[in-house]
């Protein structure tokens, strides 16, 4: 198995531009997640999944999209970057949702780090 | 929703020295407490979780406390090592309104020197 595999690693956008970060997961998990890593903001809940079709806002959805319409891919799409959006964007999976009771480990993407100029 | 404080931002100790590490959340209905470890440049990966129904679990030389009343957690590590240095991030889920998030706090960053 291959886990999370997160794509772009590396990304630079211009002000304006559009870009579609890729996440995608062989593990057969329900639950998909998108997070943004901040110098002392932790980890922050951008979009999250429950199951395909299925997409809810996280703390912090403004000025991105997601879709579901697979089990295993899960992508974000910036819709018109700017600086504030400069940061390390991690994918998540598990195969229950937290606080279900089932089998709630995240699994990660290496991360892909986003520069917006 | 739920709101997850966690201190100290940074934390440094001497090899074979215990941490700890504590957090508080705001969401009574949060039922699901983990810790994530991210080393230097890699994804977090989780390390230990705690349920509402158990208040201590321990694992080798990692054990989590949960005080349910107080609506704090903690993370205490014991015979430290320098391998054990890297950033951890507690975390709180539940049910209701939070169903499906997972809010982090903000990390703390641990350093052990030989």
């Known amino acids: 198995n291959a886990g999370v595999t997160q794509t772009p690693k590396f990304q630079v956008l211009k002000t304006g531009q559009s870009m579609t970060l890729q996440c995608a997961q062989d593990?057969?998990?329900?639950?998909m997640s998108w997070y943004r890593q901040d110098p002392g903001m932790g980890l922050r809940l951008i979009h999250y999944?429950?199951?395909?079709?299925?997409?809810d806002q996280g703390e912090v959805p403004n000025g991105y999209n997601v879709s579901r319409s697979t089990t295993e891919d899960f992508p974000l799409r910036l819709l018109s970057a700017a600086p504030s959006q400069t940061s390390v964007y991690f994918c998540?999976?598990?195969?229950?949702?937290?606080?279900?009771?089932?089998?709630?480990?995240?699994?990660f993407g290496s991360g892909t780090q986003l520069s917006v100029l | 929703g739920e709101n997850v404080e966690q201190h100290p931002s940074t934390l440094s100790v001497q090899e074979g020295d215990s941490a700890v590490i504590k957090c508080t959340y705001s969401?009574?209905?949060?039922?699901?407490f983990p810790w994530y470890k991210q080393e230097l440049g890699k994804r977090p990966q989780l390390i230990i979780d705690?349920?509402?129904?158990?208040g201590e679990k321990k694992d080798q030389r990692i054990a989590v406390t949960l005080n349910k009343t107080a609506k704090h957690f903690s993370l205490h590590i014991t015979e430290t090592q320098p391998e054990d240095s890297a950033v951890y991030f507690c975390?709180?889920?539940?049910?209701?309104?939070?169903?499906?998030?997972?809010?982090f706090g903000q990390g703390t960053i641990l350093t052990v020197h030989p």
């Open positions: 593990m057969n998990h329900e639950y």
């Open positions: 705690i349920r509402s129904n158990v």
């Open positions: 969401d009574s209905a949060s039922n699901y």
């Open positions: 999944s429950v199951g395909a079709g299925i997409t």
């Open positions: 975390a709180a889920s539940g049910g209701g309104t939070s169903y499906g998030k997972l809010t």
């Open positions: 998540a999976s598990s195969y229950s949702p937290p606080g279900t009771v089932g089998s709630e480990k995240l699994f």
